[in-house]
């Protein structure tokens, strides 16, 4: 088959390079540089497993900027294009996706669409009737910042929004691609499986807070948040995992999806929802409390991003806690080597480690390496299990 997939971030070159071991894939961005090292066979993104598959791998895989190339005698186009939370209208904006489906229709209006991007409940229906279409469906994607690629390979579950032919057709290519044996694949309707994209997202928001209130209550109460939850995960119905303490939910997916859950809760009863947006605030709120405390002069922030693996801080929880320290007046220098400028949003950036150690009264560190050892007298942090 040929498959085009419209979007080169996370979601769609992990699936292109999934899915070019065994057919021809032809994926289509805006920006030229993607483009190239893409043909060039580097990575544009941070992910272990598809530096590996492009340098070592058979890949049927080619990067254009030409949507004609692209969609042309294409089988499945592969929508992944971004979708960011628009706070004024408490939507995901979702233009990006109408633009390659206006495009689509334009080069080869028969091909079956795809949509990964994550959208609102009801969003392929309304498309449908926008566009006066049927050629479309929606199948959501469960992948983490940095190990894309790795979670196509080994899925949790596959979900198809959509009863038909063509969706297990798609589902089989997935399950193709995949190393892992014995995938669960489910089949269901297009709502229902936005929904199960949003409600998944918004659960896994609700674990880390969970967590990160039982880590706050313990701060001030002076109790081992550690022994509570290792004590606490020895229930298998608690479990021992997705439970280090943070600054707060991140990254590109979770803040944005709990907001786009919340607003499709507009007339329904709830006060789990809607508290799983507002615990985030609080404990960033309660993070840069905790570092005010110490009063200092001068913060460093090692690493905007917040994952091992990952070089993406969209929406990352630490950006919180600058700007309210800020606001307080104090001094921000950021630690940040996936960064080249001399300055983030007016912040000062120090890459030298040594030099920024010796500037700063606070380190600020939501994960701890081993490279802050020498350090640990300035170092505040919650990380209490070095993962996750």
Do not use: W
Request: glycine share 6%; hydrophobic share 40%.
């Amino acid at each position: 088959m040929k498959i085009a997939v419209a979007g080169t971030g996370y979601v769609g070159l992990s699936i292109a390079t999934l899915l070019s071991q065994n057919h021809e894939v032809v994926a289509l961005d805006i920006v030229k540089e993607k483009v190239d090292l893409l043909n060039d066979r580097i990575s544009p993104i941070v992910d272990a497993e598809i530096t590996d598959f492009l340098i070592n791998k058979d890949l049927n895989l080619r990067a254009t900027l030409d949507k004609v190339e692209a969609y042309i005698n294409a089988d499945f186009v592969v929508i992944a294009a971004p979708t960011d939370y628009n706070e004024v209208t408490n939507n995901f904006d979702t233009r990006a996706v109408e633009a390659v489906i206006s495009d689509v229709l334009e080069v080869n209006p028969n091909t079956t669409m795809v949509i990964k991007s994550t959208i609102p409940v009801y969003y392929t229906q309304s498309v449908k009737e926008k566009f006066g279409i049927d050629n479309i469906f929606f199948s959501p994607e469960f992948l983490r910042e940095g190990l894309a690629l790795y979670d196509n390979l080994y899925p949790s579950r596959i979900v198809v929004g959509e009863k038909s032919k063509r969706a297990e057709t798609f589902a089989n290519l997935l399950v193709e691609g995949a190393i892992k044996k014995d995938i669960e694949v489910l089949y269901t309707d297009s709502n229902e499986a936005e929904a199960i994209k949003l409600f998944s997202n918004a659960y896994l928001g609700l674990r880390v807070s969970y967590f990160n209130e039982i880590d706050t209550y313990c701060e001030i109460n002076n109790l081992d948040t550690k022994q509570i939850i290792e004590g606490m995960g020895l229930d298998p119905r608690v479990g021992s995992h997705y439970n280090n303490p943070s600054f707060g939910y991140g990254g590109y997916c979770l803040p944005k999806d709990t907001k786009q859950l919340l607003a499709n809760y507009s007339g329904v009863p709830n006060n789990i929802i809607k508290a799983i947006v507002d615990a985030n605030d609080t404990r960033k709120e309660h993070i840069a409390n905790m570092i005010l405390k110490r009063n200092p002069k001068t913060v460093g922030i090692y690493r905007l991003t917040m994952k091992t693996g990952s070089d993406n801080f969209r929406a990352s929880a630490i950006q919180g806690v600058i700007k309210r320290l800020s606001d307080k007046g104090v001094k921000i220098i950021i630690n940040e080597p996936v960064l080249n400028e001399t300055d983030f949003e007016s912040f000062g950036i120090e890459n030298n480690l040594d030099a920024f150690i010796n500037i700063c009264d606070v380190i600020v560190a939501n994960r701890v390496t081993e490279e802050l050892q020498d350090c640990k007298d300035k170092i505040y942090t919650r990380d209490i299990f070095s993962r996750d």
